[in-house]
């Protein structure tokens, strides 16, 4: 089993910034990729970034590119979400998602809002 926990979120204004990270406990060398998704109220969750755990290789949905970056710190089980020039459409709950082979385990969620 792993455990996520999220922290991070928040309210910004438009144009701001936020981190988010993401600690993972447990059967941790198990994992193969780390990431985040978002879901705004009505739509579909949706990729946000994610980051092997090997390679290291990111992956970024189109909406976030070149204004989001996601890392990851081996020695804390961590990983992060840098996110700058935010707009009100990213406003949305931030899942923190990591992957094995043959399954996944999803955090709690935290709360991203963008509004003046």
């Known amino acids: 089993q792993v455990q996520l926990v999220e922290s991070g979120g928040g309210l910004v204004q438009p144009g701001g910034s936020l981190r988010l990270s993401c600690a993972a406990s447990?059967?941790?060398?198990?994992?193969?990729?780390m990431g985040w998704y978002r879901q705004a109220p009505g739509k579909e969750r949706e990729l946000v970034a994610s980051i092997s755990t090997s390679s290291g290789t990111t992956t970024y949905g189109d909406s976030v590119k070149g204004r989001f970056t996601i890392s990851r710190d081996a020695a804390k089980n961590t990983v992060y979400l840098q996110m700058n020039s935010l707009k009100p459409e990213d406003t949305a709950v931030y899942y923190c998602r990591a992957i094995r082979l043959g399954g996944d385990y999803w955090g709690q969620g935290t709360q991203v809002t963008v509004s003046s």
């Open positions: 447990g059967v941790i060398f198990t994992l193969t990729a």
